[in-house]
């Protein structure tokens, strides 16, 4: 599990890809439904994006977002603003206007990457009801209506600035420099912004490749969205460190999956356990050959021993590994070795990477017998700097000597594998993506006919877990099932969306007033 010269050589992403470009300038980076980009044409046309982004005024510090699914002129945008030494701040496809409109706000981004039409929505008319005083600049990648300023033209502008101007302000950023602002919830039920810097994502990720043996003769389909860590940094950033081609797919759909295997020859595949259980329930999986497939890394949740077989056999993959981590320690903090065996990548996660630490502790901070149930904790280099603008939530996190406390209950084995057995607190996940129930019910409180709301995780088939909503309503006020539904689902974004409501009179709770979470969760669904 060492790390690679690479690690250290660099310090932040852009010195990266021009590593990358020199060496592998010829390799495809970059295949997508528009065409294809050698690894020397991504950093001519990031260096293009970073000098439209300096005749801004955008530079070290600043914030610059992109709100639109996977694609080249993602990754671009997102060179282009690592470049000038501004903060990344990507935003999810997946939440409506108000979500997206607190995330900016809260933020300080002073120009945002949108998509245009997607998903029946034109997402910079998703912001026209919300002040956004200190965003400046809205670029619409993809199809741009009139009278905005729309990507080519962004790129043309390049020209008001120079590369020597541009080089001056690299100097003005480091590897220490913050690289990136991701918005995750959290259990005061507001998104919080992860703070990492470029150093951290680079020796982590360099890491992850290594142990994963990613090269630049893979052919990697990254299904996960870019605004996640998993499709990030596990994604496009490890490919550019490898020098491997990256496949961006915009909308998850496992007959598309299964047929973009056999047509693209993917050789490299990221994602939660529902992902492989989605290809290998495809239809049409027979009719295309996927023997391309060398490497599957997934994790998010649990994994049974069958589905790591059923990978192995029914889709081909030579290597299959199971790893951990959350947004806030670069996404990545423990990973099982390629050669473990079946049931050991089922059921643990792997152990800690090199330079990181961990521990599994009681209420009182003390470390629990080996094989014993505790709160996971994480030191290392790749744990967060904080949360941006909020000292008193990065104290509750992170202790004093440095642990990043998880709210993940977990066991460490003899050999430092780990095994996540519950979690502290509320959090559960729908198909990969974490759900905060604190983040739901504040969103949900605001329909007219709610009084009360608690959610939970319930078990799902296909999910994993899947939102159920207790709900008291309003003296008087009438709502039903289907409509309480359809208003979620114009409210937030898709997974956070209960799938089963219950209309109860009064939510139980504890002598403290405090609702008891637990006994509504062993409720049966209905």
């Known amino acids: ?36 980009l050698t690894y020397a044409e991504l950093r001519r046309r990031s260096i293009l994006a970073a000098r439209t982004l300096l005749a801004m005024d955008i530079g070290p510090g600043d914030r610059v977002a992109i709100w639109a699914p996977n694609g080249a002129d993602w990754i671009i945008a997102a060179l282009g603003i690592h470049t000038v030494g501004a903060i990344l701040v990507p935003v999810s496809t997946r939440i409506k206007g108000a979500e997206a409109a607190d995330i900016l706000d809260r933020s300080g981004t002073r120009v945002l990457f949108a998509v245009g039409e997607f998903l029946g929505s034109y997402f910079p008319d998703l912001l026209a009801p919300h002040r956004l005083e200190r965003l400046e600049h809205v670029v619409v990648l993809g199809s741009a209506r009139a009278g905005v300023l729309d990507w080519d033209t962004f790129l043309s502008m390049s020209e008001q600035s120079s590369t020597a101007v541009l080089e001056q302000r690299a100097a003005a950023f480091d590897g220490n420099s913050i690289s ?21 994502n680079l020796r982590t990720f360099e890491i992850w490749s290594a142990v994963l043996g990613l090269r630049e003769t893979d052919r990697y389909l990254i299904v996960n969205p ?56 495809a239809p049409h999986r027979a009719d295309y050959d996927l023997s391309s497939l060398r490497v599957a890394v997934t994790g998010a949740a649990a994994v049974p021993p069958v589905l790591i077989a059923r990978m192995r056999k029914e889709l081909g993959f030579k290597t299959v590994v199971t790893a ?12 099982c070795d390629p050669e473990d065996d079946a049931e050991t990548i089922a059921h643990t996660c792997g152990k800690a990477i090199p330079g990181v630490q961990l521990r599994c502790v009681d209420a009182e901070q003390s470390d629990v017998p080996t094989g014993t149930p505790g709160e996971v904790l994480i030191q290392g280099f790749n744990v967060m700097k904080g949360y941006f603008d909020d000292p008193e939530a990065t ?54 006919a709610v009084a009360e709301i608690a ?72």
């Not at 599990?1 to 970059?30: C, F, K, N, Y």
């Not at 940094?233 to 598309?256: M, N, Q, Y």
């Not at 995780?457 to 939102?467: K, Q, T």
């Open 1 to 36: 599990m060492g790390a690679a010269a690479s690690a250290i050589e660099v310090s932040t992403i852009p010195q990266q890809l021009a590593i990358t470009a020199e060496r592998h300038g010829s390799r495809v980076a970059i295949e997508d439904a528009a065409g294809s």
């Open 226 to 281: 870019f605004f996640h860590t998993a499709g990030y940094k596990a994604g496009w950033l490890a490919a550019i460190i490898r020098g491997a081609t990256i496949l961006p797919e915009a909308v998850f759909d496992a007959d598309t999956l299964v047929r973009r295997v056999a047509q693209d020859k993917v050789t490299f595949l990221l994602g939660a356990p529902t992902l492989f259980l989605a290809m290998l329930a």
């Open 180 to 200: 990136d602002l991701l918005f995750t919830s959290g259990t005061t039920g507001r998104p919080k912004g992860v703070m990492t810097t470029h150093v951290q």
């Open 395 to 448: 104290l509750e996190a992170i202790d004093r000597a440095g642990w990043l406390h998880t709210g993940d209950v977990g066991a460490l084995d003899e050999r430092g594998y780990l095994r996540i057995t519950d979690r502290l607190k509320d959090m559960f996940i729908v198909g990969g993506f974490n759900c905060y129930p604190a983040e739901i019910e504040r969103l949900s409180s605001a329909h007219p």
């Open 324 to 335: 951990y981590g959350l947004t806030e320690c670069c996404g990545f903090a423990t990973i």
């Open 455 to 526: 959610v939970v995780g319930v078990p799902d088939e296909r999910m994993g877990e899947v939102g159920k909503a207790f709900v008291v309503l309003r003296k008087d006020a009438i709502l039903s099932t289907e409509d309480f539904i359809a208003w979620c689902r114009r409210n937030m974004a898709n997974y956070k969306v209960p799938r089963y409501v219950e209309f109860v009179a009064s939510l139980p709770t504890n002598a403290a007033g405090k609702v008891l979470k637990r006994e509504l969760a062993a409720r049966r669904p209905r």
